[in-house]
């Protein structure tokens, strides 16, 4: 059993212990949602945009456009449950079921506002909707959804789109040293096009220093995120995933003021050092096991966290893709799309050379062995999504290599992000005492082989 | 239905029901053999490098079991078969893979590969850009150098000018004749089936290209001398979707009473349409495989740097030549297929359909999971279909 601190008292016993730091950061997307519909309705331009590791939205910041993450809106839909309607109204429309459920919901979303609501926005969506877009912007990072859902919102708008490119990263030929150069060059060519064609669209120019100016806070944002992340690896665990969850916008697309997110996770950063000081734990009972989850949560049923907690389970650390990397040095460069091209490239570039190091060639696999170890993992609750491909195609491999190579086991559990009928947490927590068992079991094995946890 | 089997099509039968026969017998005289997967890989600089490009396919008979292991149930089944066949070692015959990043599975696929495969030690992935911009073809060309040097190491030697131009010569030869075949089924009665013009095509990737050059001219010698005369069906069908490689669905298709004229799939015209084009350097293979091939994998940006949109005009600059062969090939009906999970065809089923309508053509979206038993609830789907159309 790990060390634990004495659970904090409350008037209420809450299973999760939340950070107090996570609230404000939590708000500032959904304060967001609410400018950037008011900005709509001042005539102001909003931008529909995918999440696309800083690429695009420093630009459109720099601009002082309003933007809006479908992808984040269809976890709103999901935690609030108001998927439903929408993911039918893709379905009627002809989209196979079996797509991104993001994609689907939002689809659905735009096919509700253009086809049966003459253009405004459906009544039950929640926060008060998305305003019409004036550009749709997509991105070629991580999946193929990012470009293709997009290219498929044409249907329903009539605003131009663009498709941003991202060499394709972790992977032995896409980490080669030198190939680096090419790749900056390919991106600062993209950026310098996608920022003509802004000033074109929105008829006003590139506020150079401004995009300078949020280059550096980025900076700062994810070194703070980053240290926040290094804090988390205390026993117990200081932070618990759904508190991440809660917090990351301002971190992975730069949700709200980036002045203000800064200080808002400067604050989390001296919370959590305070927790790993004083040996707090994220949840309110004792740390018996710590957990890893991966990849992409079940928005709709973010509850039954409280019920592992309850029992125990800690989940020190999640979703690895959501998470920004240590920021490289920019010092040395002073094109601000060459800057922004190598803070964006480096999102998972510095992967492989260690995977390669493991004797294995999935990256992804290697950032999860580096992270068990880190966070001392006890089990993975491993989550692979009915209609998600890029999230979930790597599991089974990061499952072979954790026992393989830490006697770390996993738990299976087959859900979506969006669509709650293929989820049964009951199911999950019959299985869940069982995996236990596993899990002192390997606790045993990991120490037998000289490992320390 | 098409009887009185010729010798072209009657060799093309056998390689297709033993594709890695030939591949053993060359092997096994010295040649290496490369692997590759989907369309992206530029074959040319494989041949031209004196080894042999290989398509690998999965098997729609053989369950996935080996493959389970290490990928999960809800990503493309095409591609869990390759990994699965590749488990259980049937591609024994290979020195080589090659993927390329045509879709997020298509990549992880290669990188699976290098984990759990053990034949073909040498392993390439080509990183393929999701836009046909400017940059983006520059980018492609310098992801086809990268590839072209490091077969250059397998090789031992350096890719020769001279060699890589003949290369992009006879398989832009073998594109010409492919679509001389296809130029055959324009007829009232097509003295071909699709089943054996898939026979024929999934040949060609189991053949060095200049045995696949003389195949090809002994089949359209042997179909124009055909003497049978075959009737006249309900329907004139184009198939359209994601990777083929098993006659089964022509079957199913011809069987309810129409003829397949003409695909838009990447084992029929999608891989033969576009030549190489001279120089036939490097920046001509960029140009052939990403902006050339019609794949929705990649965003053609149709109205690129435009302020204003206009959606069917967009549609018709991606699908228009699919408008071409439908009025080539006397098309009344189209058949959308997809192998379940495909994102990349997925999100483009709505708009084609669209764009059809408007053309007057009627459409029907199947979906299966790449294995033969899938097919059969299809089955009364398009005889209804066909039955329409009649």
């Known amino acids: 059993m790990s060390e634990t601190a004495t659970p904090a008292k409350t008037e209420q016993k809450r299973a999760i212990n939340r950070l107090k730091s996570v609230y404000p950061l939590r708000n500032m997307v959904q304060q967001d949602y609410v400018t950037t519909l008011q900005a709509s309705n001042e005539g102001k331009p909003t931008v529909w945009s995918m999440l696309n590791y800083w690429e695009g939205d420093l630009p459109l910041k720099a601009m002082g456009l309003n933007i809006v993450y479908p992808e984040n809106y269809a976890t709103l839909l999901a935690a609030t449950g108001a998927a439903e309607p929408f993911l039918d109204a893709s379905d009627s429309d002809g989209f196979p079921t079996h797509m991104c459920g993001y994609g689907r919901s939002t689809i659905g979303y735009a096919y509700r506002m253009m086809k049966e609501n003459g253009g405004k926005i459906p009544p039950d969506a929640p926060l008060g909707g998305m305003a019409k877009p004036a550009l749709l912007l997509g991105s070629g990072i991580i999946c193929d959804a990012r470009f293709k859902w997009f290219q498929s919102l044409a249907r329903y708008f009539d605003a131009p789109e663009w498709c941003l490119e991202m060499p394709m990263m972790a992977t032995y030929e896409g980490s080669e040293p030198e190939l680096e150069d090419y790749q900056v060059k390919f991106l600062v060519k993209e950026l310098k096009d996608f920022i003509a064609f802004l000033e074109k669209l929105f008829k006003q120019k590139m506020d150079w220093a401004k995009l300078e100016e949020l280059i550096d806070l980025a900076v700062k944002i994810h070194e703070t995120t980053y240290q926040i992340s290094e804090a988390r690896k205390a026993i117990p665990g200081p932070m618990h995933a759904t508190d991440f969850w809660s917090s990351m916008p301002p971190s992975l697309f730069f949700a709200g003021d980036m002045k203000v997110a800064l200080k808002c996770y400067q604050d989390m950063l001296a919370e959590v050092r305070e927790r790993v000081n004083n040996k707090v734990s994220g949840i309110n009972y004792p740390e018996r096991y710590r957990l890893i989850f991966a990849e992409l949560p079940p928005w709709h049923s973010l509850k039954f966290f409280d019920k592992l907690a309850e029992m125990g389970w800690n989940f020190v650390f999640e979703s690895f893709g959501y998470h920004a990397p240590k920021p490289p040095d920019l010092s040395k460069y002073s094109d601000p799309c060459e800057k922004l091209a190598r803070l964006s490239r480096n999102f998972m570039f510095n992967v492989f050379p260690e995977a390669k190091a493991e004797g294995i060639q999935n990256p992804i696999v290697e950032t999860y062995l580096k992270i068990a170890r880190g966070f001392k993992a006890d089990g993975f609750f491993l989550h692979p999504l009915i209609s998600c491909r890029a999230a979930s195609c790597s599991l089974r491999t990061v499952q072979h290599w954790e026992q393989e190579k830490l006697d770390i086991p996993s738990l299976w559990v087959e859900g979506d992000i969006i669509d709650k009928r293929v989820f049964n947490p009951q199911e999950v927590l019959a299985r869940a005492e069982a995996f236990e068992q596993t899990m002192d079991h390997y606790r045993k094995v990991r120490k037998s082989k000289g490992l320390d946890w | ?390």
């Open chain 2, 1 to 390: 239905m098409v009887t009185a089997t010729t010798k072209g099509l009657s060799r093309a039968h056998e390689i297709y029901a033993d594709r890695g026969r030939r591949m053993r017998e060359l092997r096994k005289a010295g040649k290496k053999i490369i692997g590759y997967i989907c369309l992206y890989p530029p074959i040319e600089i494989i041949t031209a490098m004196g080894m042999v490009p290989f398509r690998i396919f999965g098997d729609m008979s053989e369950p996935i079991t080996a493959a389970d292991q290490v990928s999960t149930t809800v990503v493309c089944p095409f591609l869990r078969s390759i990994i699965d066949l590749g488990i259980k070692g049937k591609f024994d015959f290979l020195d080589g893979a090659v993927g390329a990043h045509t879709c997020d599975i298509g990549m992880t696929t290669i990188i699976a590969w290098r984990d759990y495969i053990k034949d073909a030690p040498f392993t390439h992935l080509i990183d393929v850009p999701h836009t046909d911009h400017a940059p983006a073809v520059d980018y492609f060309e310098g992801q086809i150098n990268f590839f072209k040097k490091h077969i250059e190491e397998l090789a031992g030697e350096k890719l020769a000018e001279d060699k890589l131009k003949k290369a992009c010569e006879l398989h832009n030869k073998q594109r010409k004749l492919v679509r001389d075949l296809y130029d055959l089924r324009k007829s009232d009665t097509p003295k071909l089936t699709s089943m054996e013009n898939l026979e024929v095509m999934v040949s060609l990737f189991s053949l060095p290209v200049e045995e696949g050059n003389e195949l090809l001219e002994e089949v359209i010698k042997d179909v124009k001398e055909r003497s049978i005369k075959p009737s006249r069906k309900k329907a004139r069908l184009m198939v359209w979707g994601p990777v083929f490689d098993n006659t089964s669905l022509y079957e199913l298709i011809e069987s309810a009473g129409a003829d397949v004229v003409v695909d838009d799939t990447c084992v029929g015209t999608r891989a033969f349409w576009a030549d190489v084009k001279a120089p036939y350097d490097l920046h001509a293979l960029a140009q052939r495989y990403l902006v050339d091939i019609k794949c929705p994998r990649t965003y053609r940006d149709t109205q690129h740097q435009e302020i204003e949109r206009d959606y069917d005009k967009d549609l018709d600059s991606r699908f228009n030549y699919i408008k071409k062969a439908v009025t080539d090939w006397h098309v009344n009906g189209v058949v959308l297929q997809s192998v379940k999970y495909c994102d990349t065809h997925g999100y483009e089923v709505p708009n084609l359909r669209h764009y059809l309508d408007t053309l007057g053509i009627p459409s029907i979206y199947i979906e299966h999971d790449y294995s033969e038993r899938s097919l059969a609830p299809i089955k009364t789907r398009v005889e209804a279909f066909v039955e329409t159309l009649g």
